[in-house]
């Protein structure tokens, strides 16, 4: 089964390994250029224009990787021959779905470790480099660390629930585009409530990401609420373990429609 998987999607599979390759070249090249450059922040500006369309690689996973691979069998009709064999319909799923997914997320975690030595290489002695912060850029914090891991896993788990749910590969695309772009942007605008910001009092200087100001009575400012930057990766986990948590359910979901409709 495993082998079968593979050979039937080992086109995305090799599309995204030439991806990761191609992108871990040009990070390596231009971190490398970076190290010894008086202008390191022109050399991340020129890179970090077009790695930022990266973002979405997981509403692509979701598309090329998850969507089709219940779907496009349904409109084939070759669960019927593969359910007909002496392997079970759970199984059937549970391997495709597990193994696939197992590589949706070291492909994330892959991209993400590249991401982060990258913005690591940048030096902090030479010119404003506050634009590498993978804390308070909220791009980066997507592309950084564990969080691609999780996304990475959740486009792929989404795209397949989609489709085993609706059976037809292309509303499954259109389903798996929205929900996965509509949770980014959600995400993105709760992810400061991970954790209750420090409350640092005026007159001690904060070091972190000040998200709100503590004004008295009269209207002056007494004390600041601080994400403070060395929370990155507790937000970190607490991102992917969201992710995982709604991959999970999604699994369930999946493996249920396919039981159960087919």
Known sequence: MFWLTYRQHRMQLLITAGLLVAVGILLLVNGNAAADSPDPAKLFKDLYTYLSWLQVVPVAIGVFWGAPLVAAEYERGT????????????????VKLGFLAVLATLGGLAFGAMMQRWVEAFPTDRGDVAFTSRFDNPVLFTMTGVAPGAWWLFGFVLGTAAGGLIRKTLPAIAVTIAVAVGLMIGLSNVRDGYAEPELVPLGKEPVGRVVEMI??????????????HDWYWRFQWTEAAILTGFSLLLAVAATFAVRRRS
């Open 79 to 94: 669960t019927k021959l593969a359910w007909t064999q002496s392997i079970s319909r759970f199984r059937w799923l549970g």
């Open 215 to 228: 004004r008295d009575a009269a209207g002056e400012i007494t004390a600041f609420k601080v994400l403070p």
